[in-house]
T-cell receptor, first 108, second 115 residues
Framework: EDQVTQSPEALRLQEGESSSLNCSYT??????LFWYRQDPGKGPEFLFT???AGEEKEKERLKATLTKKESFLHITAPKPEDSATYLC?????????FGQGTRLTINP | DAGVIQSPRHEVTEMGQEVTLRCKPI?????LFWYRQTMMRGLELLIY????????DSGMPEDRFSAKMPNASFSTLKIQPSEPRDSAVYFC?????????????FGEGSRLTVL
């Protein structure tokens, strides 16, 4: 059974303070690693898909990387509007298994 | 273009009552998913449909839960009878039929409170 563990559960940073979120996974065969962002009271919003170890994707202040066992979401010089819960998921064509998420707060 | 539309956004009901949640997927998307989100268990897949046909309902908690997709533009999730432990946010998501992406488009959710 596919499993996803995210750490830390919550992270509080000052504006401009860079950091990384971790997503560890156990799958029978990785068919994709996905990052989503979820704002309070909203549904998750897709950010990135990674398929193979060594792959990287970037979007504004976010960069996602993938190894054989884990993925990192690096946030560089974050702004308060980056505050959200970041969810990691693994899966294939049909089913995504989500982690519990990391709740990120950026203080001005 | 409108996103995934869910209704109601909030529902408060008493134990034992029937609850029906509704979803309109994005036009042209042929896969539809129902997820449930709680603090304890996170996002859990309940059931998904391809071309209106239920493919996997192994995540449906028990027989009190049922889901239908009578056409490509409408789906319902029904709980009967409802129990307090069903309190959660229920999300509907849709996607095109491409097999190479995990990009789901989520609605804003229906927050259910069962008293």
């Amino acid at each position: 059974e596919d499993q996803v563990t995210q750490s830390p559960e919550a992270l509080r940073l000052q504006e401009g303070e860079s950091s990384s979120l971790n997503c560890s996974y156990t799958v029978s065969g990785l068919r994709g690693l996905f990052w989503y962002r979820q704002d309070p009271g909203k549904g998750p919003e897709f950010l990135f898909t990674l398929y193979s170890a060594g792959e990287e994707k970037e979007k504004e202040r976010l960069k996602a990387t993938l190894t054989k066992k884990e993925s990192f979401l690096h946030i560089t010089a974050p702004k308060p509007e980056d505050s959200a819960t970041y969810l990691c998921a693994v899966g294939g064509a049909q089913k995504l298994v989500f982690g519990q998420g990391t709740r990120l707060t950026i203080n001005p | 273009d409108a996103g995934v539309i869910q209704s109601p956004r909030h529902e408060v009901t008493e134990m034992g009552q029937e609850v029906t949640l509704r979803c309109k997927p994005i036009s042209g998307h042929n896969s539809l998913f129902w997820y449930r989100q709680t603090m304890m268990r996170g996002l859990e897949l309940l059931i998904y449909f391809n071309n209106n046909v239920p493919i996997d309902d192994s995540g449906m908690p028990e027989d009190r839960f049922s889901a239908k997709m009578p056409n490509a533009s409408f789906s319902t999730l029904k709980i009967q009878p409802s129990e307090p432990r069903d309190s959660a946010v229920y999300f509907c998501a849709s996607r095109t039929g491409q097999l190479t992406t995990g990009e789901l488009f989520f609605g804003e959710g229906s927050r259910l409170t069962v008293l």
